[in-house]
């Protein structure tokens, strides 16, 4: 994919990526939903099951993104 030059063909870039995530997400299973990340030798961080938080924070920013869109 080409690089984006510009605003328009940005947002239009990052829309898509952004349907593909959210199909990748609503494409699994219940299991690899609640999947346990444990990255706590890499950045002293430890993560249960925030798949389901991070695409509603997305889901939030891509609606904030098509709203501020159709305004203006």
């Known amino acids: 994919m080409a690089r984006p030059k510009t605003k328009e063909d940005l947002i ?6 952004f349907l593909k995530l959210f199909q990748h997400i609503e494409s699994m299973s219940e299991i690899e939903l ?6 706590s ?3 002293g961080l430890k993560s249960n ?4 938080y991070a695409k509603g924070v997305n889901c939030l920013i891509y609606q904030n993104i098509l709203d501020s869109k159709n305004k203006g």
């Open 12 to 17: 239009s870039q990052a829309n898509e990526k």
């Open 34 to 39: 609640n999947a346990e990340f444990d990255f």
């Open 41 to 43: 030798s890499e950045r």
């Open 49 to 52: 099951g925030t798949v389901l």
